[in-house]
């Protein structure tokens, strides 16, 4: 199905109305929501359902910690990733003044910009910025491994290959956000997040809405991450500091904040006392679609829901669901969770915010709002979206007890552990350290500590265990029996001379 065809279907789904939200059960929905915490094991949580003028549920569940404060409808949660949406606006706020159009290329605001392919340098326009369509992989290490300044991740693009052609595939990539906020920076001569207070936040009534979590307020209760691992909770490391102000997902805010937010969604940009922030033009541009998607590239979510297609408009990933169009986005950091949902033509919204890693109710949360079906054709959100990770957990760990059979045993590797360790470099990536400390090998990077130990001769296994993220990390030993390199993450890290004399 081409994009013109999407936008019909979009056109022609958009003609019927979803029921009257006079229907709407406060008390189920908090009902589900106490369920869908216990099964998660989330210990502090904040939804609202809202229309363009109403608020049919705004409730804090919880506490802010284990020990902490019960949450309201003013506990300050991260936003995450729901922050693009709130950058993509401040980007078409510019492009309403003129200052920049959506088809200009990034590199005639940002010169120094440029990529391995030239022509990509030529053709990426600030769409394509906002649409996750320029085809390059995820260079999330930048962030949160490295905790890599924009400027020298704009540097490293220049030896990034692509993973596809520009505009032929949906890939998340939170750096080119960051790209965005430059823009912002660039044109309006603020600081994104300052321009964003100011012109969009403010003027809508979100005075508890915060680009970093070092401008709230020693008096104003915000939530600490959780992680939750072989049954206990605990509280987790924050992924940025406190003073980061990150485009692709540094905000914090309330729920009460957020249902304002949501209601100037529904209101195609228009603010409560009916001021019009942003053009109809550019908010249709907003929800426009911009970039279809395969299941692959999408929730996991898709095998429940079903939909007819899948894409991406600016900063909202898109589907159909019971005949409607449904906008919606996530938003996670580590230990913290976030979703809003849209459905536009009927004037509703709902949004999550829960401080428990990848708690994924969320989702559970939006298609029970986002379900009109009712009577035994209801279905138990709750329990499908935990079978269905709970499933995928289960399938992963499958997976790895095969590749545990397949290891090789007895082996050792080919030189003294303390012959490996070492400062590695990659242009993609940067600078790694392998240190040995008695028989423990750690590779640091310069945020985080990865476990690493032996798997089977010159190959080792590196654990992040806070993301149960598991990589293999193969030393290469050159012809006069030194570890000159390895490969990690798809990449050649190579050995940097010591300079010690």
């Known amino acids: 199905m081409n994009n013109l065809c999407v936008v019909f279907l979009f056109i022609f789904l958009a003609s019927f109305p979803g029921p009257a939200v006079a229907d709407f059960d406060g008390d189920a929905l908090a009902d589900f929501t106490e369920r869908g915490m216990a099964l998660w094991h989330v210990p502090g949580m904040s939804v609202a359902v809202v229309t363009q003028d109403d608020i049919l549920f705004q409730r804090g569940f919880g506490r802010t910690a284990a020990d902490g404060q019960a949450v309201d409808e003013h506990t300050l949660f991260a936003i995450a990733s729901t922050t693009k949406a709130m ?95 430059l823009l912002l920076e660039r044109l309006s001569g603020q600081r994104w997040h300052h321009f964003l207070t100011e012109r969009l936040w403010r003027p809508i009534g979100m005075l508890e809405t915060y680009g970093t979590r070092a401008e709230i307020g020693a008096e104003q209760v915000h939530v600490t991450p959780h992680f939750y691992r072989d049954g206990q909770l605990t509280v987790s490391a924050w992924d940025f500091s406190a003073d980061y102000a990150d485009a692709a997902g540094s905000v914090w805010s309330s ?27 550019a908010m249709q541009e907003m929800f426009e679609p911009h970039q279809l998607a395969s299941a692959g590239d999408f929730y996991p979510t898709v095998e429940l829901t079903q939909p007819n297609w899948r894409s991406y408009g600016l900063a909202w990933f898109q589907q159909d669901f019971q005949g409607k169009k449904i906008d919606f986005h996530t938003g996670s950091l580590s230990g913290l969770v976030a979703i ?9 919204a709902i949004v999550v915010l829960g401080n428990r890693d990848h708690a994924e109710m969320r989702h559970a949360l939006l298609w029970e709002v986002m379900d009109d079906s009712s009577g035994e054709a209801r279905r138990d959100w709750n329990q499908e979206i935990f079978d269905l990770y709970a499933r ?31 400062t590695y470099q990659n242009d993609v990536i940067g600078d790694v350290v392998i240190e040995l400390t008695g028989r423990d090998m750690t590779l640091k990077t310069s945020l985080v500590d990865f476990e690493m130990s032996h798997w089977h ?7 992040f265990k806070a993301w149960e993220m598991r990589e293999f990390l193969s030393f290469n030993v050159d012809p006069d029996g030194t570890a000159g390199s390895f490969e990690l993450f798809g990449e050649t890290f190579n050995r940097l001379e010591s300079t010690d004399n």
Do not use: C
Not at 96 to 123: C, M, R
Not at 396 to 422: H, I, N, V, Y
């Open 87 to 181: 950058v993509t606006a401040g980007i078409l706020m510019l492009v309403d003044e003129g200052k920049l159009s959506l088809d200009d290329p990034v590199s005639k605001h940002i010169p120094e910009l440029h990529f391995a392919n030239p022509l990509l340098t030529e053709q990426l326009n600030v769409r394509d910025l906002l649409a996750h369509r320029t085809g390059l992989p995820s260079t999330d290490y930048w962030s949160f491994f490295q905790a890599m300044p924009l400027d020298e991740q704009i540097r490293r693009l220049q030896v990034v290959e692509p993973a596809a052609p520009v505009r032929t595939r949906l890939i998340y990539q939170n750096t080119m956000f960051e790209i965005a906020g």
């Open 255 to 281: 729920i009460h904040d957020m249902s304002l937010w949501a209601q100037f969604l529904l209101r195609g940009g228009v603010t409560s006392n009916t001021e019009r922030l942003i053009s109809e033009t």
């Open 340 to 348: 809003i949902g849209l459905d536009r033509a009927a004037g509703k």
């Open 392 to 422: 995928q957990a289960d399938e992963a760990a499958g997976k790895w007890r095969e590749m545990e059979q397949d290891r090789l045993q007895g082996t050792k590797p080919s030189l003294p552990l303390t012959d490996f360790a070492g």
């Open 457 to 463: 001769v010159n190959t080792f296994l590196v654990e």
